[in-house]
């Protein structure tokens, strides 16, 4: 059993952020890994222990991040969490890309890790808490050709297939798909476990493999090759989506009380009316 861990690195969603050159300023001291792909560490994590003692002995979780130099905090974080292999696609040239630049280079690093060994199947959280798209799985997958199932809360692996159950507005849905695939889990699949002490100490000093886009060159012309479409630009000036601007948030107005002698009623609806909420 081979599976990949798609992470990411991520800003403290409660510290005070900041714009630079029309970009979010990241630094290392706030950053950890995205709360939600600990849920998709963990069901990589289940999935081996659940097999026989002779098949979990070749099995391999590895872990993924496309990101600058200090994502490589979330890679250790899931080492301590219990991941045998880590991967980082850091250059320069991936600053500033958006949603689909990530997702191709993404791609080409697990078509890269499937090339080397064949992955069964590759594992995301539902969503990164810093930009809440829940749309890289799917580009990612869509380059690879591989079947793609969001918001999954369980899902069983069959001799070549996935069955998956995803809850949707009410409504519970099981779908089946080949396998390799890439699914997201949400934060009902499971509970995260701790870290424990030996798993903290280790993960310190195990590599990290730092892929540039030079060593992804062959995985990319592979993937446009067989999408039949150009790679979508990578970077800040390949990004479809700009920031022109950015200001602070406005501070709250002072809360308005009003004691109701009476006339409470009419002092709510002038109140809607002059902030244009009626």
Excluded: C
């Excluded at 995301?124 to 793609?148: C, F, I």
């Amino acid at each position: 059993m081979r599976v990949v861990v798609a992470v990411k690195y991520v800003p403290d969603i409660q510290s005070p952020r900041a714009f630079e050159d029309r970009r979010l300023v990241r630094t290392s001291d706030d950053g950890t890994l995205n709360e939600l792909d600990e849920n998709a560490v963990e069901a990589a994590l289940r999935l081996v222990e659940a097999l026989p003692e002779d098949a979990r002995e070749g099995s391999e979780v590895v872990v993924v991040t496309v990101g600058p130099a200090d994502a490589e905090a979330a890679l250790r974080k899931a080492y301590q969490l219990g991941a045998d292999r880590a991967v980082h696609v850091v250059d320069d040239a991936l600053a500033g890309s958006d949603y689909h630049g990530t997702a191709v280079a993404l791609a080409a690093a697990i078509r890269r890790l499937h090339d080397e060994r064949p992955v069964d199947l590759v594992l995301t959280g539902m969503a990164a808490l810093d930009g809440l798209g829940s749309v890289v799985p799917t580009l990612a997958a869509s380059w690879l050709g591989w079947p793609a199932v969001g918001l999954v809360t369980a899902f069983t692996l069959g001799d070549a297939d996935l069955s998956a159950t995803r809850e949707l507005d009410g409504v519970t849905e099981t779908v089946t798909v080949p396998r390799p695939a890439v699914v997201s889990v949400t934060d009902h699949a499971n509970d995260p476990r701790f870290p424990n002490f030996k798993l903290i100490m280790a993960a310190r000093s195990k590599p990290v493999e730092a892929w540039s886009l030079a060593d992804l060159e062959e995985p990319l012309e592979r993937l446009s090759e067989a999408a039949g479409l150009p790679l979508p630009g990578v970077g800040g000036e390949g990004a479809r989506a700009r920031t022109t601007s950015a200001e602070p948030r406005p501070p709250r107005p002072e809360t308005e009380v009003v004691t109701d002698k009476g006339e409470g009623g009419i002092a709510l609806a002038e109140f809607l009316i002059r902030n244009e909420l009626v």
